[in-house]
């Protein structure tokens, strides 16, 4: 990195040249003269004097720099010649004839040189010409800095060792830049871009700048990352990337004072990282910016910029360079991978999916050191499984390996990156003996990723166990978990083992869900561990879902192994019912769930209660009636949830079932019914899954869903708006055949449908900010409305659909909904997609749009403000109307 010089004296401009004054410098022209420090504020353009030999060369090397980049290399050598020509004196003491001629001295070249520079000046960005001469200015520059280096490297090192010569190039670095810093505020674009490019390409290309203008083009540099150009904002950012980085190492050891414009540099290329509106300055401060504790997380979070190449940048480039994934923290592992895989870009989804199967593996596996420094891996080290379990392990596989979790996706790109790992991984007993979290979610990702492409079906059959096995293993890892669930209630502890255990027997259960059960042995193996593990009370909910899936898929997909399926879960929950302690019976009081309904609500139950309840002397304690009652509350959710999980596995009709209708009268009618918003909620949920089978009962209930979602709570409104979205998707000639009888004052002949008004009526309050002041709930409406009209279940007139389209229009510019992003993300989707979708809707829009811009004006009083303002500033009043006419943009 360009570094200042530091041994260097507060009076440099009164002193000499180090060099020249050396007794032992035989090889620098004697005639050579100190650079001039920079005296005026504009620099002049050379005249034009009398055509020399040595302007022909430089102009004729530099003119066929411009031509091509492939032979800047041979033309660097040419003009390092006559700059020694120029700038030393023969070494040999033979007559050897210069072949510029005598006359020439360091100052006639550096005139050339600042000469032929200056052309490119006006020169525009489009053109490449001028963009090579400036590469070949830089790498002449490094070059020659590197020659001179090496002539005058020994007598400074053993002087100082701090010290950096005073050189030929060093002067001429200098002449030229004191030259282009005063052109970098010029009011001409062109020559500010250019100015820019030759300042930044210096700074990226030398090893040391002197102190005077290492300020100066930090002050000049700092300017233009404001400035209006983006061209020229990408090359200061550039050129400032290379001093931030500079100064941050220096910064433990400078003066507090001196460096307290360094940490403003670094805050301020921040902010511009984190604010410019030109993605190819983020773009290129992304990969300029130092990579330091305090940069980090910015870099970082521009894995959300709006620019996929930005994203994609920072995927394929700066983080397999960063090193070591094992240093970033947990969370920060997790973002990145969910950040990059579920990209809506295809490009950064490869990106990073190719960061996880090439170099975080090779971080776990590989033994190089080049892999735990950083850089592209050269060559992919041999299948590990241990380096593979450690992967897993360092992204949280118990957090992240759930449904929402991103292991799933990781794993997938991982076996599709890496066919050297499906071919070594190795499935034997004592794997399976031996399951750890990492190793059972390993084989889970393995055997979905053969299921799902054919060409590995065969290598799972291989590698995979069969049922019955699977059954076995099944059922040693539930006892554990059921051990260990035991052992944490009465002792307490433990929790973290019967996590894990958990996560093992679903994903044992998750490759169950993919077997084929042809076998009548397997089968009857696995159907009867299931159906005792569903009947055990403490079985966590997750693994009771996956059990009753697996239920489901063993007794068949026909009507008869639907009724068997149903059979067997009402079974187990009847045995888990009978977990509650049982009371002793007074006065032949039952002991059933079915039994404590709606009667707890009277005056005369409470007192014939407290008759019958024995003294307290006799009876139990408080704190036994409280464990009590939580026991009840507990199983009685427990068996809820149960229902739950049997009718999302149930398409059948209700009613020619009467397992489920016995479940709904004794079970779920109850719940609903019940005083313990816990059981109501979940007993309304399963309700609700039963009007999804049975048209008559959704036509009974839909009223009472109404009046939940307007006297309830925020839960039970989602929940309640959830079901009617459902339930009118499901049965759509609810609203369409179901009428009441018009009364003998109605004018309109047309008949009214029995649910509209009310419906209508709590979609348009749910979605309103002023009635509903919940952004859950307003986005859970939002949602609803847009299935039901993409969908075009909503069987309603024309008036009542234009309100609806309205009402959601509306709530999308509406700036009451700015901090409600769930509403806005799904409406920015929903109404593009509604209007291009068909005809009418795009007709039903055009209908809309007028009136939703009147309305969105006549609420917003923020925005009359604004153009009151404006008129009374005189500003165009099309200005302040720019929110409201966007709303075009759907038509």
């Not at 070494?91 to 001629?101: D, E, M, T, V, Y």
């Not at 060409?455 to 699977?470: A, G, S």
């Not at 045995?575 to 709606?598: K, L, Q």
Request: aromatic share 6%; with cysteine.
């Amino acid at each position: 990195m360009p570094g200042r010089t530091t041994a260097r004296s507060a009076a440099r401009s009164a002193r000499p040249s180090t060099a020249s004054t050396k007794s032992s410098a035989p090889s620098l022209n004697s005639r050579a003269s100190t650079a001039s420090r920079i005296s005026t504020a504009v620099a002049r353009l050379p005249e034009d004097g009398p055509s020399t030999q040595l302007r022909v060369e430089i102009c004729t090397t530099f003119a066929d720099s411009q031509k091509s980049t492939s032979g800047h290399r041979k033309l660097v050598v040419r003009l390092r010649k006559i700059q020694e020509a120029c700038c030393y004196v023969p070494q040999s003491a033979s007559k050897r004839k210069n072949p510029l001629g005598d006359g020439f001295e360091e100052a006639d070249f550096n005139a050339e040189v600042e000469r032929c520079v200056l052309r490119v000046m006006g020169v525009r960005k489009a053109e490449v010409a001028g963009d090579r001469v400036v590469r070949f200015l830089a790498l002449f520059l490094k070059t020659a800095s590197e020659k001179d280096l090496a002539i005058f490297g020994q007598e400074v090192n053993g002087e100082d060792t701090h010290a950096v010569p005073e050189t030929p190039t060093s002067r001429l670095t200098f002449s030229l830049l004191s030259l282009f810093i005063p052109m970098l505020s010029v009011k001409e674009k062109t020559v500010r871009f250019r100015a820019t490019q030759i300042i930044s390409h210096v700074v990226n290309t030398l090893d040391s700048i002197d102190d005077e203008l290492y300020h100066l083009i930090r002050q000049g540099l700092t300017r233009r990352i404001r400035d209006k150009e983006p061209t020229i904002r990408i090359q200061a950012v550039m050129g400032l990337g290379r001093l931030a980085g500079n100064e941050a190492q220096d910064e433990p050891e400078s003066d507090h004072s001196e460096d307290l414009d360094s940490t403003g540099l670094l805050e301020k290329l921040l902010d511009v990282l984190q604010h410019d509106t030109s993605a190819e300055v983020r773009r290129s401060l992304l990969l300029n910016l130092p990579l330091t504790p305090s940069t980090l997380p910015c870099l970082l979070e521009r894995a959300r910029d709006l620019d996929g190449a930005t994203r994609r940048a920072l995927y394929a480039r700066l983080l397999p360079t960063l090193g070591d994934f094992r240093h970033l923290s947990l969370s920060m592992r997790e973002k990145l991978l969910r950040w990059g895989l579920r990209d809506r870009d295809e490009n950064v989804r490869k990106a990073a999916g190719h960061l996880f199967y090439e170099r975080w593996i090779e971080d776990c596996a590989g033994n190089g050191s080049e892999v735990s420094e950083g850089g592209p891996v050269k060559e992919a080290s041999s299948p590990s499984m241990p380096g593979l379990l450690e992967l897993l392990e360092r992204i949280d596989i118990v957090n992240s390996g759930i449904e929402t979790g991103i292991a799933l996706e990781a794993m997938k790109e991982f076996w599709h990156g890496r066919p050297d790992y499906i071919d070594a991984v190795n499935f034997d007993d004592a794997f399976w003996s031996a399951l750890t979290p990492e190793s059972v979610f390993m084989a889970r990702s393995f055997n979905d990723f053969c299921q799902q492409n054919q060409q590995y079906q065969i290598l799972c059959e291989e590698k995979m166990p069969e049922v019955t096995r699977l059954g076995f293993y099944l059922q040693k890892y539930l006892n554990t978990l059921l051990e260990n669930i035991t052992s944490a209630a009465e002792f307490g502890g433990g929790e973290d083992e019967a996590v894990e255990q958990e996560f093992i027997v679903e994903q044992l259960l998750h490759i169950a869900l993919t077997l084929d059960y042809s076998d009548e042995v397997g089968r009857r193996k696995m159907f009867s561990l299931l159906r005792e593990s569903l009947a055990m009370a403490s079985l966590p909910e997750e693994v009771t879902r996956l059990v009753v899936e697996v239920i489901r898929l063993v007794c068949g997909c026909d009507a008869a192994g639907e009724r068997e399926f149903c059979i067997v879960v009402l079974e187990a929950i009847a045995e888990v019912h009978d977990n509650i302690a049982p009371e002793p019976v007074v006065d032949g009081e039952e002991d059933s769930f079915v039994s404590a309904r709606s009667e707890v609500s009277g005056e005369s139950t409470s007192t014939n209660l407290q008759a019958r309840r024995p003294p307290a002397a006799d009876g139990p304690s408080p704190e036994e009636d409280e464990q009590k009652v939580i026991k009840e509350i507990m199983i009685n959710m427990k068996c809820l949830h149960i229902t739950q999980c049997m009718l999302q596995n149930v398409d059948g009709n209700l009613q020619q079932n009467m397992h489920l209708v016995t479940m709904l009268n004794n079970l779920i009618v109850p719940a609903v019914r019940s005083h313990e918003a816990p059981i109501r909620e979940r007993g309304l949920l399963c309700l609700g899954l039963c009007c999804l089978l049975d048209r008559s009962l959704a036509e009974e209930n839909i009223t009472l869903f109404i009046h939940c979602f307007s006297k309830g709570h925020e839960n039970l409104q989602i929940t309640s708006l959830q079901i009617l979205c459902d339930i009118i998707t499901t049965h759509p000639d609810l609203l369409s055949n179901a009428s009441e009888e018009p009364s003998p004052s109605t004018t309109d002949p047309t008949s009214i449908p029995l649910y509209q008004k009310p419906l209508l009526k709590c979609l348009t309050r749910a979605l309103s900010p002023k009635y509903t002041p919940l952004p859950t709930i307003q986005s859970t409406a939002a949602t609803s409305l847009s299935k039901l009209l993409l969908t075009s279940r909503l069987h309603l007139p024309e008036p009542s659909i234009d309100t609806l389209l309205q009402q959601l229009t509306v709530s999308f510019f509406d700036p009451r909904t700015s901090d409600n992003p769930s509403l806005r993300q799904a409406l920015a989707y929903f109404l593009p997609v509604y209007v291009h979708s068909r005809l009418e809707n795009c007709e039903r829009m055009g209908r809309v749009a007028v009136r939703a811009v009147g309305e969105i004006l006549r609420g917003s009083k923020l925005l009359i403000s604004h153009v009151i303002a404006a008129v009374s500033l005189k500003i165009p009043v099309h200005i302040c109307w720019v929110s409201c006419v966007s709303v075009g943009l759907c038509l």
